[in-house]
């Protein structure tokens, strides 16, 4: 297998076998992006290989920044959750005071759980014409028997 690089024109040229030309192109491409060119042939197996552990690397990385940030967790503040809500602070308040949002209270901390507060969402679901009219369809039906 034959590889060009032309740096003026960024063209690059391949003759060979088209498979092993692809992951050679890859290879050239991403090692490019980070400023050292190397042309390395490399077989299908080693690349698939290298993919699985960068993707292993990456997966590990993420699970360790999310459980070292505190938002990502089970319960929010009453700063977090009004962010996520997208709602005032005051407002908030207002929802605790009347007991209309699911809080736990320790001392004089407020805490909300994330899924209760994305469940309380849901209960404030609006139903559609088709919904209503399906439960005064089956209502009557009931009804009548």
Known sequence: MKINF???N???GVQGNKKNSLISLMLILI???M???L???IRLSELE???QNAVRKALIETRKEQSDHPETG???TIKEAAAFLHLSVQTIYGYVSRSA???SKRGKRLYFSKQELIDWIKTGRKKTIAEINTEVNSYLIKKNK
């Open 35 to 37: 400023n050292d060119i």
């Open 6 to 8: 032309n740096v003026e």
């Open 101 to 103: 949002i699911p809080v």
């Open 31 to 33: 090692e490019s992006t």
């Open 39 to 41: 042309f390395s042939p």
């Open 74 to 76: 089970q319960f929010l």
């Open 49 to 51: 290989i290298l993919i």
């Open 10 to 12: 960024s063209g690059i």
